[in-house]
């Protein structure tokens, strides 16, 4: 079964950033697109940013111009860099497959976003 180990989160000031990282250990990992996603308090876990093996690239709208998804096949890593935080940012970040066809989740990374 495969692992995500996020990493990355912590306390930010608005306008601040964060990098996420999130290291797998499935194999064929460049075949498959990688996603981040998070869970605000009281809300239901959401879709942030996807990307293929070959770097195309979605952002929710939330997240488009902000945050830039990346990934190093070489190293099973997806990475999520966050500028210009805002409060509404503030949620447990999850990386997974997209779909996550069933796949487990870890156990996120907390990025709080507070002055």
């Known amino acids: 079964q495969v692992k995500f180990v996020e990493s990355g989160g912590g306390l930010v000031q608005p306008g601040g950033s964060l990098r996420l990282s999130c290291a797998t250990s499935?194999?064929?990992?460049?075949?498959?697109?990688m996603g981040w996603y998070r869970r605000a308090p009281g809300k239901q876990r959401e879709l942030v940013a996807t990307?293929?093996?070959?770097?195309?690239?979605n952002y929710a709208d939330s997240a488009k111009g902000r945050f830039t998804i990346s990934r190093d096949n070489a190293k099973n890593t997806v990475y999520l860099q966050m500028n210009s935080l805002k409060p509404e940012d503030t949620a447990v970040y999850y990386c997974?497959?997209?779909?996550?066809?069933?796949?487990?989740w870890g156990q996120g990374t907390q990025v709080t976003v507070s002055s």
């Open positions: 997974n497959y997209y779909p996550t066809t069933g796949s487990s």
């Open positions: 990307i293929t093996g070959s770097d195309t690239t």
């Open positions: 499935g194999s064929s990992f460049r075949l498959y697109i």
